[in-house]
């Protein structure tokens, strides 16, 4: 299971009759958005890293251990979120992100040499 698709089935599944597990209002909801704050491309382009390099680790555990942790899950949908958010945003463009995802992958390719 690793595509955004089957992720929000199983989201809308632990979310549905009002309850949800792991929402923090402060990272998740409406308090935890800053309006006033302007990025650059380059804080954007940090951002983005540091979520594909969360993604990539979960994407590793799955291959390799055929399992994944809901707190896994969430750190995945969130970050898959945040960096649609920038795009939506202008601040990065996808061909940006996909260079940078490829990098991304490179490195876990090499770890999982060693």
């Not at 996808?94 to 060693?114: D, F, G, T």
Request: charged share 25%; glycine share 8%; with cysteine.
């Amino acid at each position: 299971m690793n595509t955004d698709n089957e992720v929000n089935n199983i989201v809308e599944r632990l979310t549905q009759g009002g309850m949800c597990f792991g929402y923090v209002e402060e990272i998740h909801g409406e308090g935890g958005k800053c309006q006033s704050v302007t990025i650059t491309r380059h804080e954007a382009e940090i951002i983005v890293q540091r979520h594909l390099a969360d993604i990539a680790e979960i994407e590793v555990m799955w291959m390799t251990e055929q399992a994944a942790g809901s707190s896994d899950m969430r750190l995945r949908r969130f970050s898959v979120d945040r960096i649609n958010e920038l795009i939506e945003a202008g601040i990065i463009t996808v061909e940006r992100v996909q260079e940078m995802m490829c990098a991304c992958e490179a490195i876990y390719q090499r770890r999982s040499l060693c």
